[in-house]
């Protein structure tokens, strides 16, 4: 039992905030009834406080014309762009091609999502969204464990209290990827994300063989250099010229000069 235990514990999953890693434990059945029940609770508080459910939400969209056919088709649209551009992205060869088809892509994925945020917004406000939210936070704080683990937060109540509000909103980011099946990096294994760190590591690849060949080249001239220095210090170097000694004047043409002068 013991072993088993000790597997589990190793096999969790975990994330890294500012330098510490925390780990996701597997919800038990209590942490699930506990979740429910805040769903419950906040679903009704909401109802009480008059917020809209979501099919109050969609007529009221739908009146004011912000969802309906048009806003369907243009979904379409965009959600065949994307489409259209991944597929361009996984056939291109040439580096250039798929570093401009990896940009297509995340432009098509961000027009597609700021679209679907025209329903997505205003639903985030609803009683179920809400709820949703009551729920998630609940088994957040349930979840999320230290490398021994003992729980991060010895209750709901003081995952609400959270002094630091980017662990809480980090943890409650990982627990919803948690619970849908999604990996902690799932945005950096998109197609485009992945393209981007293929040419990346191209052009540092092309980068690295660069410099090696300068690098090669200046090698090459340093020990011509050296060679070339080294042939000169073995050429026999050439005696200095040397001038005539001039001949020194005797006693007797001393005397002849001296007559012819006079």
Request: charged share 40%.
């Given at each position: 039992?013991?072993?088993?235990?000790?597997?589990?514990?190793?096999?969790?999953?975990?994330?890294?905030?500012?330098?510490?890693?925390?780990?996701?434990?597997?919800?038990?059945?209590?942490?699930?009834?506990?979740?429910?029940?805040?769903y419950s609770k906040t679903y009704t508080k909401s109802l009480v406080g008059d917020i809209t459910t979501s099919a109050e939400m969609m007529?009221?969209?739908?009146?004011?014309?912000?969802?309906?056919?048009?806003?369907?088709?243009?979904?379409?649209?965009?959600?065949?762009?994307?489409?259209?551009?991944?597929?361009?992205?996984?056939?291109?060869?040439?580096?250039?091609?798929?570093?401009?088809?990896?940009?297509?892509?995340?432009?098509?994925?961000?027009?597609?999502?700021?679209?679907?945020?025209?329903?997505?917004?205003?639903?985030?406000?609803?009683?179920?969204?809400?709820?949703?939210?009551?729920?998630?936070?609940?088994?957040?704080?349930?979840?999320?464990?230290?490398?021994?683990?003992?729980?991060?937060?010895?209750?709901?109540?003081?995952?609400?209290?959270?002094?630091?509000?980017?662990?809480?909103?980090?943890?409650?980011?990982?627990?919803?990827?948690?619970?849908?099946?999604?990996?902690?990096?799932?945005?950096?294994?998109?197609?485009?994300?992945?393209?981007?760190?293929?040419?990346?590591?191209e052009l540092k690849t092309r980068a690295t063989q660069a410099i090696e060949e300068l690098s090669k080249q200046q090698e090459e001239k340093?020990?011509?250099?050296?060679?070339?220095?080294?042939?000169?210090?073995?050429?026999?170097?050439?005696?200095?010229?040397?001038?005539?000694?001039?001949?020194?004047?005797?006693?007797?043409?001393?005397?002849?000069?001296?007559?012819?002068?006079?």
């Open positions: 039992m013991a072993d088993d235990k000790q597997e589990v514990m190793e096999d969790r999953r975990s994330f890294e905030f500012n330098e510490k890693i925390y780990y996701i434990a597997v919800p038990t059945a209590e942490d699930i009834r506990g979740a429910d029940w805040q007529d009221i969209l739908r009146r004011r014309g912000i969802v309906g056919s048009e806003f369907e088709k243009r979904r379409r649209e965009l959600s065949d762009d994307l489409t259209e551009n991944v597929l361009k992205l996984q056939t291109a060869n040439d580096l250039e091609e798929k570093q401009s088809f990896a940009l297509e892509v995340a432009h098509a994925r961000e027009e597609l999502f700021n679209w679907n945020q025209r329903l997505n917004g205003p639903m985030s406000n609803t009683c179920e969204q809400m709820s949703d939210d009551a729920r998630l936070e609940y088994l957040t704080s349930r979840m999320i464990e230290h490398e021994d683990g003992t729980k991060l937060w010895d209750s709901y109540e003081d995952f609400l209290k959270e002094k630091s509000q980017g662990l809480a909103v980090r943890s409650r980011f990982e627990i919803m990827l948690y619970l849908q099946g999604m990996d902690s990096d799932f945005i950096e294994q998109t197609p485009e994300a992945v393209a981007m760190r293929e040419v990346e590591g340093d020990r011509a250099a050296e060679s070339k220095a080294e042939d000169e210090e073995k050429k026999p170097k050439p005696k200095p010229k040397t001038k005539p000694k001039a001949k020194r004047k005797t006693t007797a043409t001393r005397k002849k000069t001296t007559k012819k002068s006079e």
